[in-house]
């Protein structure tokens, strides 16, 4: 089966609530982000909260995702969940982890 590679942030970050949206979701490692910084100012139309990532913030900003590996089948449902193309755009970033290198993808 084809799997894809997604780096979770915010509330995706715990496993069972991604789990819950992507059943075959499983972790690969914790990703170190030198230069990204998370911050929670969106409002949702529930009125949670939600966040975005911000690249090349300099060195002095560092925030951590979790890299999954899931099922390539259920990524439109999750990218359906996670409001693709309202709000967050899909974005490819790299990261090396245990010596290899990723490329996953992410909301932005």
Not at 11 to 37: D, F, K, Q, W
Not at 60 to 75: I, N
Not at 79 to 100: I, M, R, W
């Amino acid at each position: 089966m084809p799997t894809v590679h997604y780096l979770a942030y915010g509330s995706n970050l715990h496993p069972l609530r991604l789990a819950a949206r992507v059943p075959t979701a499983r972790i690969v490692g914790t990703v170190e982000m030198p230069g990204y910084l998370l911050a929670f100012h969106k409002r949702s139309i529930d009125g949670s909260g939600k966040c975005l990532i911000y690249t090349e913030q300099g060195e002095h900003h560092k925030m951590y995702g979790v890299l999954y590996e899931f099922d390539a089948r259920e990524k439109a449902n999750l990218d359906a969940l996670e409001g693709s193309g309202k709000g967050y755009c899909e974005q490819f970033v790299e990261f090396p982890l245990n010596g290899e290198a990723y490329t996953p993808y992410t909301k932005k």
